[in-house]
């Protein structure tokens, strides 16, 4: 939660450039209407303050929008009129940082928001923007009149962020419009940092804007159902030796598994998981053990390779769950040490690991205790 932090969306324009009928900000995009979606950015990145500024004529569709966390402010006559409507409206309880943001910029990420917040911990003012990456031009009738240099050129985003004071401040001392609050900021002398824009978070001024919006929210949605499931099973017998290595773990135990690498029956079953999820066959695919070089190998070494082609196919693990079948040693005391090990060798938190164990109530070749099996399934979704 970022509670000192209110988000002001101004939503007051009449969007003429996006063509006739309904302002932009009211139109559906993707089966819903555009502010929802830009407030429902700043609340997935922890927001929970929002204003949202809005023309006198869409107080009814406003109504649409009402909840505990949202205000609804009038707006004036300029975007400028319609920031200071709503500075002036929180000033009564007045917030350590405001975030100011279009609500025709419907596809801002919680991570452009989040870095914004970031830089404020160190400037009074932040705001995202895209370097210039395009050759410029100055055109005359038609024609190329001049080349301009792109040099240090950058295309200002929003939401731009203010300590609340400052940016009140600045607005009551400016004089005329202006084109963003930056601007206004840098009348009254802040400096501000340049944070990370981000390409899909264009502003809808025209119709076209519309339709590549909604050729990315539908990629989006596709990513987010790519949603992978895999299971890996494993066993490994007993034989001499002092202690087992079970998910990275050496566990003191009066024999050892035995196996053509480190035999950690654990981690070997969760590495064909994220393999099987993958559909990349599973770690002997991968480390044939016919390949002395895999002889002894420590098992994290098929772990992060599998944890690499799953980063390197543009997955993300959401969470495995591990589950070792043995009558001892008993795992309960070791399984927190066993997800702090398979975290780190996944670069993930441990709440995303579940390790535990159960008994075959002595039937089978685990209940007579000639080896371990274990299973686990892993769930990766794109991003
Ligand atoms: N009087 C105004 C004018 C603009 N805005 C808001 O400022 C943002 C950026 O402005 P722009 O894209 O220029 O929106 P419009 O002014 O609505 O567009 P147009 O210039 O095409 O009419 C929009 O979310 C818009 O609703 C506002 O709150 N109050
Ligand atoms: C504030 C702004 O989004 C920064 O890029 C932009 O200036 C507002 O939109 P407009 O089209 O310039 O009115």
Redo the contacts with the bound molecule.
Sequence with gaps: MRQHIAAIIVAAGRGTRAGTGVPKQWRMLAGRIVLAHTLDAFRQAGVTRLVVVVHPDDLDKADTLRAPDVAIVLGGDT?TASVRAALEALEGDAPRHVLIH?GA?PLLSPTVIGDVCAALDHAVAAAPALPVVDALWRGENGQVAAAVSRADLFR???PQGFEFRAILAAHRAHLGDA??DVEIARAAGIETRITQGADDNL?L?YQTDFDRAERLIAARRRDDMDIRLGNGFDVHRFGPGKGCWLCGVLVPHERALQGHSDADVGMHALSDAIYGALAEGDIGRHFPPSDPQWKGAESHIFLRHAVGLMHARGYRLNNCDVTLICERPKIGPHAAAMQAALAAIMGCDMGQISVKATTSERLGFTGREEGIAAIATACLSRG
């Design positions: 975007r279009d910029r200002a985003q929003t084109a963003d502003k001024t």
